[in-house]
Every structure is written in structure tokens, then in C-alpha cells.
């Protein structure tokens, strides 16, 4: 099954150069068969969705959105607001928003409840960082961010649908991917995990790989059985290299 490569363009770009990136990525994104995401930053969303509106094989994502339902939250994005924007999906807890930003756990589950809500399908980021895995904790950590996704029933009921992204931080932007063996041993880690809470989400569940992920990476990475595709931060803001991270998911 081909693999799904999603584009994380953090907070990089301008409307010129979103507009000329989607462009490219639309261009070469009709020859090749994989699906594929574009998470551009809240201004760009909707800039966005008008261009993809009619290419079935690009959704689009938010980067993050509010743990709050709509109110008087100044400066929060809510998920029904990217959702009426034409976002499909959104991702949660990103480690630049754990770390930078305080998202904890409970907020992750917060935002996954309020995506689900809002029918949006989460993309929910869990890693350890170098410590940790250097402290032999990282199966450990991302089993506990894993298994607050289903605390309770209402949560349980919301990430039903999810889809992981196992980003370990300290390949984040740093040019040092995870190995392929190293990537694929956490990921059936995760599928366990899940298993334990639903053993037929666990089957279907997709499972991506970011962190540092490359067009020359991505074919050993995409090998391994429980790796379902990438989340690519840097690699993404370049039309050239996603497109080719993806035709490389299209031979799976
Ligand atoms: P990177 O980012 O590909 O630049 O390492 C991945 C991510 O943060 O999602």
C-alpha cells in the first residue's frame, strides 16, 4: 500500500512562496500515486485549500489547534475554524509545541477530542527526546504519550480515527534521522501499545515516521512494515524533494 507523506511547513513561508510551493507540489502530484498532506501555517489555509480543492490525492492539515471549543480565547484557532477553511486533518502535539509551547498530554487529548469533534482526523506526534533515550527510557515515554490518547472513553472515541507520528526530537531538524531498524522497533512498539487498547484500530492503524526524513532516506525507512509514511518538516518546503519523498511512497 503506498505510503502517506505529509509536509509540516512550520512556521516558514510567505503568500508568494506558499502560493509558488503548492503550485509545485500540484504540478508533479498527479503523476504519482500516494497520498499526500500539506500542513501550511493558519494563514495560508485557506490560500491553499482552493488550490488542492480538486487534486484527489493532496489533503490539508493545520499544524495545531486550540484545546477550546470556540469563546473568548484571544488568539486561539479552533478546530471547527481550520475545519470550515478545508482542513481534513490537523496534527497534535508536535514536540516543537510540547517543548516550546506547553502542550502536555492533557492538552494533546484535549485537541484530539476537539479535532474529532469537529471531524477532523488528528495526527497526533509522540517521541522521546536524546536524554531519554540515552536514560533506555524512550519506549517508556512514547508508550505513556501513547496511551493517554485512551484514558477514557470519550478519548478513546476520538482517536479512533487517528493517525501517529512517532517523531523522536532529536532528529527533529537536525539532519540525524533515526535508523530504519530503530524507527521500525518503536513503531511496532506503538501498534502493541494501541493493541491493548483496540486491536482492530491497532491493524489498520498508520504509523508515521519524522524526523530528518530525506528523498534518500525515505525508500529504507518506507521498507519497514509498521512505517505507513512520513511526516517531513525541512525536506517539505522544497517541491522537488516532497515530490520525491512521495514518488518513493508510491512503490509500496
Ligand atoms: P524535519 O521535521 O523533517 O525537518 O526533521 C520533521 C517534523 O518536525 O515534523
Known amino acids: 500500500m503506498a505510503k502517506l507523506v505529509a509536509g509540516n511547513w512550520k512556521s516558514h513561508g ?3 512562496q506558499c502560493n509558488a510551493l503548492i503550485d509545485g507540489i500540484i504540478e508533479g502530484a498527479t503523476s504519482i500515486a500516494a497520498p499526500m ?15 488542492i480543492a480538486a487534486v484527489n490525492n493532496i489533503d490539508l492539515a493545520a499544524q495545531n489547534i486550540s484545546a477550546y471549543e470556540e ?3 484571544t488568539g486561539e484557532v479552533t478546530a471547527s475554524m481550520v475545519h470550515d477553511v478545508g482542513c481534513s486533518h490537523v496534527i497534535i502535539g508536535h514536540s516543537e509545541r ?5 502542550d502536555t498530554n492533557a492538552h494533546v487529548v484535549e485537541k484530539v477530542t476537539r479535532a474529532a469533534e469537529a471531524g477532523l482526523i488528528p495526527i497526533v506526534c509522540v517521541g522521546e527526546t536524546l536524554e531519554e533515550r540515552h536514560a533506555g527510557k524512550a ?6 504519550q501513547v496511551d493517554v490518547l485512551f484514558e477514557n472513553a470519550e ?22 534521522s533515526a535508523s530504519s531498524e530503530d524507527a521500525e ?4 512498539h506503538i501498534r502493541g501499545v494501541v493493541q491493548r487498547h483496540d486491536a482492530v484500530q491497532s491493524a489498520s492503524l498508520v504509523i508515521l515516521y519524522g524526523g530528518s526524513v530525506k528523498p534518500d532516506t525515505a525508500d529504507e525507512l518506507f521498507s519497514q512494515p509498521n512505517i ?22 508510491a512503490k509500496f
Do not use: C
Not at 37 to 51: D, E, F, M, N, T
Not at 98 to 102: E, Q
Not at 139 to 144: K, L, R
Not at 231 to 248: H, M, P, T
Open 139 to 144: 519506549f517508556n515515554v512514547v508508550e505513556s
Open 71 to 73: 469563546g473568548a480565547y
Open 185 to 188: 522497533e518503536m513503531h511496532k
Open 14 to 16: 510567505s503568500q508568494h
Open 37 to 51: 498532506i500539506v500542513a501550511p501555517a493558519y494563514p495560508y489555509l485557506a490560500l491553499a485549500h482552493s488550490k
Open 228 to 249: 505507513g509514511g512520513a511526516l517531513v518538516g525541512g525536506a517539505s518546503l522544497d517541491a522537488k524533494s516532497f515530490l520525491e519523498i512521495a514518488r518513493v511512497g
Open 155 to 176: 478519548s478513546k472515541a476520538a482517536v479512533r480515527n487517528a493517525i501517529i507520528a512517532y517523531e523522536p526530537v532529536w532528529a527533529i531538524g537536525t539532519g540525524q
Open 98 to 102: 510540547r517543548s516550546l509551547f506547553g
